[in-house]
């Protein structure tokens, strides 16, 4: 038994430990070089400027033991747990750390780029400015290999700005707009189109138009499904209802059937856009959505209840209490009891000009608000705005937005998570890891368990202007895994991400940009990921 034995200078050579207990152990200063320690247990023990040069540490346990200065050149660390311990700014490039154990360990700058992460855990590590880029863009979470699926067939024109929705079996469906419909105008072409998928990635049937009105142009579709594989399609129309932008629906089947006509969704004729719908498990949905001067100044968040069949419940209703300036950018999500919450970016309210927050207000499932509306960012320098929100099947909730400043170096991405009473659960925190330029424009789902997933556009982080990276969360909040990239092609712009979780963490992650089999111009693109 060495527990707590001092060897300070030490020298050990050929010393034979076999079945000794080292914890705790204090090895400062001694030369371990191409030792064998396969399996030992360390945990705690003392390394300060040891050389464990080519020293084999395959599935070793040297939790929260001191590696200060420890030089790991050339050893092996497959399997081995380094639990709550600090390898700030170590350099583990080209390693093999297969099944190796990062968990709550401090990771800060370290350099783990061309190493095989296969297993490996990163749960609650600090990763903050770690380099890592050239093994995350294809991780072995990824499913169907390390390609960008297109998701448009018709590639003439531009399509651009996706959204997707799943079932809880990973049924999924993305819509878009596409430059195709033929109406008058330079811009009067745009129109939604579709495209379902079974669980495995295969299309089902062709892309599809959504919109039946096709004059001027239809933009900015959101979509929604229940448990079952129905959904609805919501986007905003310009000239249908009579005065500027309206927003308007479509039902569909599982089967992907029309389920009745496409429905206008805003009562008041003031110029509507942005919407964004919800639905949960029994088909219910709530829409919302931006309205013009109709709370008497500026931009307001409306937004309107429907039945399982489509039928409206209740009226339209003003979301936003605090009326001056703009509303806007409203993001919605709902639970399985139908209690939803609706998030959007306000001016002026914290008292600065031209300032924006994000803003949210919990409802329950008869349509009456929950308490009043609440500030979400606890940062409130300059601007926070482009929230998005997604809800477990309990109620407890994430907000995600983007925070101008706030990591330093232009836009960052932040979020906050909420229990299902509507507190605070925990501090608002960071997202991305990597925060040169900007990070921008997230989008977060959440699984029935209250795991979640954030993406974001990050502008130079693959190598050429933005790009699409993700990161998963556990319930708890802690980080499971790393940031990682999701587009594998660069050139370009790739941007406008959205996500979907099904039950079992599966989830796509869809975007516009170039890409393989576009036709040299703007497509919509996917890849999928199973959360585990």
């Known amino acids: 038994n060495l527990s707590n034995v001092n060897f300070t200078d030490t020298i050990l050579t050929g010393t034979n430990f076999t079945g000794s207990t080292l914890t705790s152990t204090n090895f400062t200063n001694v030369d371990f070089n191409n030792r064998n320690f396969t399996g030992y247990n360390f945990t705690s023990a003392n390394f300060t400027n040891t050389n464990l040069i080519n020293a084999n540490l395959t599935n070793a346990k040297l939790i929260s033991a001191d590696l200060t200065g420890t030089n790991l050149i050339g050893t092996t660390l497959t399997g081995t747990n380094f639990s709550n311990v600090n390898l700030s700014s170590k350099t583990l490039s080209s390693y093999n750390l297969t099944n190796t154990n990062f968990t709550n360990a401090n990771l800060s700058n370290i350099n783990i780029t061309n190493s095989t992460v296969t297993g490996t855990i990163f749960t609650g590590a600090n990763l903050s400015n770690a380099h890592y880029a050239d093994f995350s863009i294809c991780p072995t979470i990824s499913i169907g290999g390390c390609i960008d699926f297109l998701v448009n067939t018709f590639t003439a024109t531009p399509q651009r700005n996706p959204a997707i929705a799943m079932d809880i079996n990973g049924n999924f469906v993305v819509t878009w707009e596409s430059y195709q419909d033929g109406g008058a105008g330079v811009f009067g072409s745009y129109g939604i189109y579709g495209q379902r998928y079974t669980s495995t990635g295969s299309p089902v049937g062709t892309e599809f138009r959504v919109n039946t009105y096709t004059n001027d142009l239809q933009v900015n579709s959101s979509v929604a499904m229940d448990i079952n594989g129905n959904f ?262 790739q941007v406008l991400p959205s996500v979907a979780l099904d039950n079992d963490g599966d989830f796509v992650i869809t975007w516009s940009g170039p890409g393989t089999g576009d036709n040299g111009i703007e497509g919509v693109f996917l890849r999928r990921y199973t959360f585990n």
């Open 232 to 493: 609805v399609v919501t986007w905003e129309s310009n000239t249908q209802d009579g005065s500027g932008s309206g927003i308007y629906g479509q039902r569909y089947t599982s089967t992907g059937s029309l389920a009745g006509s496409e429905f206008r969704i805003n009562t008041t004729n003031s110029s509507e856009i942005n919407s964004s719908v919800t639905m949960n498990d029994e088909g219910y949905f709530v829409v919302s959505w931006q309205s013009s001067n109709q709370d008497g100044d500026g931009y307001g968040i409306f937004a309107q209840k429907f039945n399982y069949d489509g039928s409206s419940s209740g009226s339209e209703f003003q979301v936003n209490t605090y009326t001056t300036s703009h509303q806007r950018s409203s993001a919605i999500a709902m639970d399985n009891n139908g209690e939803f919450v609706i998030t959007w970016e306000s001016g002026y309210q914290e008292g600065v000009q031209n300032k924006y927050g994000v803003y949210a207000r919990r409802y329950g499932s008869s349509g009456a608000p929950i308490g009043s509306e609440f500030l979400v960012n606890t940062y409130t320098t300059n601007d926070q705005r482009l929230s998005s929100v997604d809800m477990d099947s309990s109620g407890d909730f994430v907000v995600s937005w983007q925070s101008y400043g706030q990591d330093t170096s232009g836009g960052g991405i932040y979020a906050q998570r909420y229990k299902n009473d509507g507190t605070k659960n925990g501090s608002e925190f960071k997202v991305n890891t990597y925060i040169t330029s900007d990070q921008t424009k997230p989008s977060v789902s959440m699984r029935n368990n209250g795991d979640f997933f954030i993406t974001w556009g990050s502008r130079n982080q693959d190598g050429s202007n933005y790009g699409i990276f993700g990161q998963r969360y556990t319930s708890t909040g802690l980080t499971n895994g790393i940031e990682f990239q999701v587009n594998s092609y660069t050139t370009g712009n």
